[in-house]
């Protein structure tokens, strides 16, 4: 059985999957099983190295 985190990680792939074959098929208007597959992995690297780099959000402390 699949924990919540499992089934968002998923559903995440699913739709960055979804994401690399309308990319490719944007700009080839056709594509290969292959492309897709590095489109994803270049979408997946795109992710991750945003996911190092962009500061978290914390709530701005304000004064009353």
Not at 35 to 43: A, N, P, Q, S
């Amino acid at each position: 059985m699949e924990t919540k985190g499992e089934a968002e990680a998923v559903q995440a792939t699913r739709a960055l999957l979804q994401l690399a074959k309308s990319i490719a098929e944007g700009v080839l208007g056709q594509a290969s099983e292959e492309t897709v597959r590095e489109v994803f992995g270049r979408l997946c690297y795109e992710v991750d190295a945003r996911g190092d780099v962009e500061p978290t959000r914390e709530p701005a402390a304000t004064r009353h």
